[in-house]
């Protein structure tokens, strides 16, 4: 119940600073001189990165141990099993690319 509140309480957090340059005022970032909304690029592009990072690499974990798990029940079904998963893993790492190429997009606009 109290990991449940937390996951809440933190996505909800997350979910309101992410809503901050959605209301920003055009006028008052032209007044400033783009440098909030800059700021935020940045720190978008980050936090993008970090969890397309994170995420892949969760992935990546699982299907490496079920792959491995699978072998070791049947070692003779390594052959079916390794190619499967060596395209699985680069899917999985063209996604995390794909992030990482928006955010190099995201810190070009600054």
Do not use: C, H
Request: cysteine-free; proline content about 3%.
């Amino acid at each position: 119940m109290v990991k449940r509140f937390l996951r809440t309480a933190a996505s909800t957090l997350v979910l309101m600073l992410m809503a901050i340059p959605a209301f920003a005022d055009a006028t008052s970032a032209a007044q400033a001189g783009d440098t909030s909304v800059k700021a935020w690029l940045a720190i978008a592009s980050g936090i993008g990165i970090a969890i397309a990072a994170f995420g892949g690499a969760l992935g990546q974990g699982r299907s490496i141990s079920s792959a491995l798990d699978g072998i070791a029940r049947n070692p003779g079904a390594s052959g079916k099993i390794v190619t499967p998963m060596i395209i699985g893993l680069a899917l999985i790492e063209s996604l995390v690319i794909y992030a990482f190429v928006i955010a190099f997009l995201l810190q070009g606009k600054i």
